[in-house]
């Protein structure tokens, strides 16, 4: 059985990135048609034909390997005295043709989105609702009510965005002796007294606590947090938290029967995190807190001893608040996060321009077939269901970034073709025809050679084991 549902993940896998390439390739060939441009070929799949047929003065074709697609047009590689050849076609009609493809990626990654969106419960807005009991975020300077709207300069326009703000936040040393550091210790203390007591439930209380008084300690632990993210000088903070461990002790009156003393304050030489200036919507007004912390652990005990800040994770460590499920938010969610996507596209592609990014986080088509069947097999761990959606969604992410990299200015890219016709209509004549055949040529050696290195690199890193998680 499970062999079959594999099966299954996969051909459905295949046949959402068939129907990536062919919206995307039928973008320019409907758009060519309508544009009386004379299409010879409308292919789905790369390699021999496995079978096709003709129709008017096109042949329609299905080709062996499920990699590709394409729209072979009169004279769009070569000269052609057809006057329904591509290149004799008025250049803003070109140009619709030639932005078709990125185009229709856009509207299927769209029609993706809703699939998976309009199955959700409810959505998140990145409006605060609560915190941790020793939330660093609430340390530096978040309040509950914020409305998050800008991490860094990154515009926060929903989950998406934030999401990825955080994930890419990087690390870095900051002041071991300032208030917000010093707050965040304060608020460990009387979590490691909560941690202490419900660990030993039977030794401090004589049995097992229940779920109501378990949740009420809580209460008390998280009610009490509040006084010591609000402190405004280290005296407050630790007194604070002092009032927080004796309201712990408390409980059921245990201070009556148990001894306990406040712990001290840790001081380190050094202290990293997560940080950055966040804009929030405070009160009707916009304003940016500077250096907010987020919560930064070492990913193992190793690292921390070897202070290896390269094995570092930023979490959560506060809610927002759930927006309401109907046809408004369903659609208003839908666009937003399908414009998430693109965004968080152009920002990666920045980020590896910027060195944020190296070789290695790049994938091809093995990475991306690795990428797939790993979310499959995630969602296969809740059920049938869950797997189908989290391969939906990836091909939402791989049809919005090749509409996005479609479009970059490069030569043999429909950006790069874009930008020739442009450069024709500004000085109302064509570029001339062997520079632009060289050029995309040249343009589509280069990008040939990039995917075969990247796949490489993709195939060794499933050998030695080394391919990044998701």
Not at 321 to 331: A, D, H, R, S
Request: net charge negative.
């Amino acid at each position: 059985m499970q062999v079959l549902i594999t099966i299954a993940l996969i051909i459905i896998g295949v046949l959402l990135f068939e129907f990536i390439i062919f919206a995307h390739e039928f973008g320019h060939f409907i758009t060519a048609k309508k544009s009386g441009v004379q299409v010879n070929e409308f292919a789905l799949g790369m390699g021999p034909k496995l079978f096709g047929f003709k129709k008017g003065e096109t042949q329609y074709s299905l080709r062996l390997f499920p990699v590709g697609g394409y729209c072979a047009m009169e004279g769009e590689d070569q000269e052609s005295d057809n006057p329904r050849a591509f290149t004799n076609a008025k250049v803003w009609k070109r140009m619709i043709i030639i932005v078709a493809g990125a185009f229709m990626n856009f509207v299927v990654g769209i029609l993706l989105m809703f699939i998976v969106l309009v199955q959700q419960p409810y959505f998140e807005s990145t409006i605060i609702s609560s915190f941790s009991p020793n939330a660093f975020t609430a340390s530096s300077g978040l309040q509950t009510g914020d409305k998050i709207v800008g991490i860094n300069g990154y515009s926060i326009w929903n989950t998406k965005d934030l999401q990825f703000a955080i994930q890419t936040l990087q690390c870095s040393d900051v002041d071991p002796d300032s208030l917000a550091v010093y707050k965040e210790d304060c608020a460990n203390l009387p979590v490691k007294t909560f941690i202490e007591l419900v660990n030993n439930e039977e030794k401090y209380y004589g049995e097992k606590l229940t779920d109501e008084e378990y949740n009420e300690l809580y209460r008390i632990l998280n009610e009490n947090a509040a006084a010591i993210q609000a402190a405004a000088t280290k005296e407050e903070a630790y007194d604070a938290a002092k009032k927080s461990i004796d309201a712990l002790y408390a409980f059921k009156d245990l201070a009556k029967t148990e001894e306990y003393t406040y712990p001290e304050i840790e001081k380190r030489d050094e202290r990293i995190r997560y940080t950055a200036d966040v804009e929030v919507e405070r009160d009707g007004e916009k304003i940016t807190l500077e250096g907010v912390q987020f919560y930064t652990e070492y990913k193992t005990e190793e690292a921390a001893k070897e202070k290896n800040t390269k094995e570092t994770v930023v979490r959560y460590d506060f809610s927002v608040e759930p927006l309401e499920k109907n046809f408004g938010t369903v659609i208003g969610q839908t666009f937003s996060q399908t414009a998430s996507l693109a965004k968080t596209v152009w920002q990666s592609l920045i980020m590896l321009v910027q060195g944020r990014f190296s070789f290695t986080d790049l994938s091809g088509p093995v990475g991306i077939t690795r990428a797939v069947s790993m979310v499959a097999s995630e969602g296969l761990k809740i059920n049938f269901m869950s797997a189908v959606n989290n391969i939906i969604f990836i091909m939402a992410l791989i049809t919005v970034n090749l509409g996005v990299v479609n479009l970059l200015p490069f030569p043999a890219l429909d950006g790069g073709r874009f930008v020739m016709l442009l450069i024709e209509a500004i000085i109302r004549r064509p570029l001339p025809r062997k520079f632009e055949y060289i050029v995309n040529g040249v343009g589509l050696a280069l990008l040939l050679l990039f995917i075969a290195v990247i796949s490489v690199k993709d195939i060794w890193q499933l050998i030695t084991g080394t391919f990044p998680s998701i």
